[in-house]
Structure formats: C-alpha cells, structure tokens
C-alpha cells in the first residue's frame, strides 16, 4: 500500500509539471496571436492614413489647377499650390485617419511625372519625384517649391514605430508598420448644372487664362476680376450681370398671382419653397421669401428676389441644351418667335473642356434666355453674398493669402480673429452668355454690335444696335452659352469689385478616369499599387 501511494504522488508531481509547461506554451500563443494582431492592426491603422493622406493630397492638387501662357499663343496648365501645402494636407488628413496609435507618425509624398501629359496612355508607369516636407504644418509661405505640372500622380507613404507586446518582455527593438496609396489625377467635364448665384459674364475664353509673370509663379497668381462697375465682362449699358430667375417674364404685363403671365425661358424654376428673407432691406421685403421669384415686377425683383438668390442660391435648373421652340419644348405662351442667332465666332475655337451644345448648324434655338435686371452687385449684393460664403464656404489652399495688405501676415484664416486674409471660398457655377435681347413693343429683337457688326457675339459695351436698324439697344436678356465654376472668396468681395479664380470644381472621376487636366473641373482616384 505504501509503495502503491508513492507512486501515485510521483505521476501527480509530473502532471503538473505538465500542466505547467502547457500553460508557458499557451501563454506564448497567446502573446504571438495578440502581437500578430496587434501588427496587422498597426498596418491597416497605416493604411487608412496613406489612403486618406493621399486622397487630400490629390484633392488639393486636381482643385488649383491654373492655365497660364505658354508659348506662342498656347496655353500651358500648372497647379497653383506648392508641395508645402500638399505635404501639410496629406500629413493633416494621415493624422485625422489615423484611429489610434502611440507612436510618431511619418509621411512622405511623392509626385508621379510623366512625359507626355497631352497623352494618358503614356502616363503609366509616371516618373516618380520625391516632393518637399515640412518640420511644422502648416507649412510656411516662403520659401516654396513648385509642383512639377506634368504631376498626374500623387503617391502616400506612411510609416509608424511601435512595440509589440510580447517582443517588449524580452527587450526586443521596436517594429515598422508601414503603407503606401497612389491617385490618379484626371480631368473631368465641367458640371453644367448645381448651384448658382443670380448673376451672369459673357463668354470669353482668355478669361480662364491667368498672368502670372515671366518666369511663371503659378503660387502667387494674382486673383481675376469678375466684377466691377466697369468691368468688360460684366457691365454692358445699364446691364451689370445681375439677372431675374423668376419663373416669368416681368417684361411682359404681369401680375402676381395672374393666369395670363408669360413664363421665362428657363428649364425649370425655383421651387424650394419659402425661407427667412436673407436681403437686408427690411420693410421692403415680407419676413418669409418664397424661391419661385415674383414678387416686386416693377422693381424687376431687385429689392427682394435677387438678394436672397444670392444668399441661398437659386435652386431650379438652367439649362445650356434646352431646345426651345420645338415639338418637345414649345415656347411658353405670350413668348414672341426666337431669333435666330446666326453665325458667331464665339463657337470657333471652343476649349475641349467647354460644353457649347448651342454651337453647330441647327443648334442656335438650344439654351435658356435669362432676363437681365438692373442693379449694381457690389453695392447692393455684396453683403448677403459674403453672408453666404462665411456660412458655406470653406478654406482652401488660397485662403491664407494676405490680403488686402500684401507685405503683412494673413492672421487666423477662417477663425473669430481673422485679419487680412483671403478667407473662406466657395466655388460656384458660374452660367456665361454669348448674345442677348432687347424687349420692345411686346417683342424681343437680337441685339449686335454697332456698325456693320451681324455677330452678336460680339457685343460692345455700349453703342449697341437692334439688328437689322439704326436704334439702340438694350441688353434685357440674355443667352446661356456655357457655364464655367469660380471660386469666390469672402475677403474678394466687396462694394466696387469682386474677385476670385475660374476653376475649382470637383467632379466624378468615373466621368473621364482618362481626361487631361483643364482649369476648371478636375478629380482623382485611388488606384492601388
């Protein structure tokens, strides 16, 4: 029995022994499982940061795109940002994707150049360059480094020291967690349909084109001019690119309320309903404004309408295609017969970004006509469209920049201390018309240019004619040739001009993967590596 009893003892000492070493092995598991994941973790973390670090990047880049003067008379794209900024931007948005981690995050960019940007089948495999960093976010005005402009790639190298778990008992270094993302960048038509202010340029290709000195510094492009009083683009006579997007004509008798008013040629109107008047002209204007327009005709909607179509923006439809007079689209009852607009030289030379679908033999009765209203923008819309920008717009690459004083600091841009900087953007879709109306004895007429001119296209800024006589013109309405978006800034807009950049515009890149860059409307997309 003795013997049997000690025997007994000695197996449950090696079982423990065992159960010991078992439990050391799990534990090790265990501890390699969590350390495998906690990697894995860290890597996907790494990723998440290069994807989005690039995306902000491309964004960035695909956004500032400029035309400016190349030789001869061609025209040359360059992107109107530095890598400073683009460095600050991918580095911010990596930090903003990165859900947790302890260590310091380190990011790179890398610009793809390729040989032949005018050729996309030549853009893969790109040339890749190395792009400049920044110690300090954001990045400093000076000195700055141009983005090469044959950049159609943008690549986001992440990178993270951590230690693991496990490695950590046994002293072991730290690991790397490290990733890397690749956009494309690619042109895209421009939208011509979105949002837009009551307000109107005449079509003029060289005002895409910006000067920014020979040699080029496309980072310190001064900003267009779309408005003044005497501005070449907007003001013709007592027309100063304000226009009526009520749904009818206030030319034409009208009553509010009446079942015999003539309707506008505007694809669809205004129907967002009523809003909180936004127009600053308090008694004038009833404390609820109803979108569809209206309501002061002997004022041409100036008090009320206009202003609050600045401030909300007008939420109908223009449309650059509508094919008016025909089966599909007949003219609204009370309209006199369209004129046909003839030959115009606005339609040689169109840029491939430019949608014209008025262009072409047989095409002069397609796009609305708008009709104009009087009033000085500056003077009587500036406030309520800087009301609007402060409130939907937002910063961007452009927003630091000192203004009014150039040799001063911009001081907190977009903050409660904000001082001399461009401030918040807000890019909008600008419509742009070629020829125009004047409205007389219950009729429209074609207005051209003075002299022998037949091209109303070509319209002067005053001494105007009705075709086909001697008696001047007026421009009381006017052709939607094509829409074009400017970025608007909150600082640039003021009582005697208003200011800003063409382009801006983010669009699909499953519209045109293939697309070059233009200055207008550009996107980007990941594509993997």
């Known amino acids: ?3 049997g009893a000690r025997f007994r003892r000695d197996q449950e000492g090696q079982t423990l022994v065992v159960i010991a070493l078992a439990v050391v092995v799990l ?81 790179t960019v890398e610009y793809g150049v390729v040989s032949n940007p005018s050729n996309p089948a030549t853009w893969d495999p790109p040339t890749w360059q190395a792009g400049a960093s920044s110690a300090s976010c954001p990045a400093p005005s000076s000195p700055s480094t141009a983005v090469p402009s044959a950049t159609r790639f943008v690549r986001v190298r992440s990178s993270t020291s951590y230690r693991s778990l496990f490695a950590s008992v046994l002293g072991q270094p730290s690991m790397v967690a490290a990733a890397q993302a690749r956009a494309h960048l690619t042109g895209t038509p421009v939208p011509v349909t979105g949002p837009t202010w009551p307000m109107v340029r005449h079509y003029n290709p060289a005002d895409f084109v910006n000067n920014c000195g020979t040699p080029c510094d496309p980072t310190s ?17 007592n027309f100063k690119a304000a226009v009526d997007l009520s749904r009818y004509s206030t030319n034409y008798p009208y009553t509010e309320g009446g079942n015999t008013n003539v309707e506008q040629l505007i694809a669809s109107t205004d129907s967002t309903g009523l809003h909180p008047d936004a127009s600053a002209n308090g008694s004038n204007c009833s404390a609820t404004w109803d979108a569809r327009g209206d309501h002061n005709p002997t004022n041409h909607d100036t008090p009320c309408d206009v202003p609050n179509w600045f401030y909300y923006a007008f939420g109908g439809t223009l449309g650059l295609d509508t094919a008016w007079g025909t089966p599909s689209k007949p003219l609204p009852a009370g309209q006199s017969a369209l004129r046909a607009l003839g030959n115009r030289s606005v339609c ?18 397609k796009g609305d006509w708008v009709e104009a209203t009087g009033g000085n923008i500056g003077s009587n819309f500036s406030s309520v469209l800087r009301a609007r920008i402060d409130l939907q717009g937002a910063l961007n690459e452009f927003s630091d920049r000192p203004f009014p004083n150039q040799n001063q600091p911009c001081v907190d841009p977009g903050g409660p201390s904000e001082s001399n900087c ?36 070509q319209l002067h800024n ?60 550009n996107s980007a997309y990941l594509d993997g590596e």
């Not at 001019?225 to 683009?233: D, I, R, V």
């Not at 800003?500 to 699909?508: K, M, R, V």
Request: some cysteine.
């Open 27 to 107: 534990l090790g598991a265990v501890a390699l499982g969590i350390d495998a994941g906690y990697g894995l973790t860290q890597r996907r973390v790494m990723q998440n940061a290069a994807d989005g670090g690039t995306i902000a990047a491309a964004k960035l880049l695909a956004t500032s795109v400029l035309a400016v003067p190349g030789p001869g008379n061609t025209t040359t794209y360059v992107f109107g940002t530095d890598q400073q900024a683009v460095y600050c931007r991918a580095l911010e948005t990596a930090q903003a994707n990165r859900s947790f981690g302890f260590g310091t995050l380190t990011v």
């Open 462 to 521: 005053t001494g105007n004619k009705i075709q086909g006589t001697n008696s001047s013109a007026s421009v009381d309405r006017v052709h939607l040739f094509t829409a074009a978006p400017f970025t608007f800034y909150k600082a640039l807009v003021n009582t005697s001009n208003i200011q800003g950049f063409w382009g801006g515009a983010w669009g699909s890149s499953n519209s045109c993967p293939s697309c070059t860059l233009n200055p207008l409307s």
């Open 1 to 3: 029995m003795r013997r």
């Open 422 to 457: 461009y401030g918040k953007a807000l890019t909008m879709l600008i419509f742009l018309w070629d020829c125009a109306e004047d409205f007389n004895g219950g009729n429209w007429a074609l207005v051209v240019p003075p002299g022998n001119g037949n091209d109303c296209s």
């Open 221 to 237: 492009v001064a900003p267009t001019t779309f408005w003044s009083s005497n501005n070449n683009g907007a003001v013709y006579g």
């Open 348 to 365: 040689t030379g169109i840029p491939v970004y430019v949608s014209a679908p008025s262009c072409g033999n047989g095409n002069d009765t």
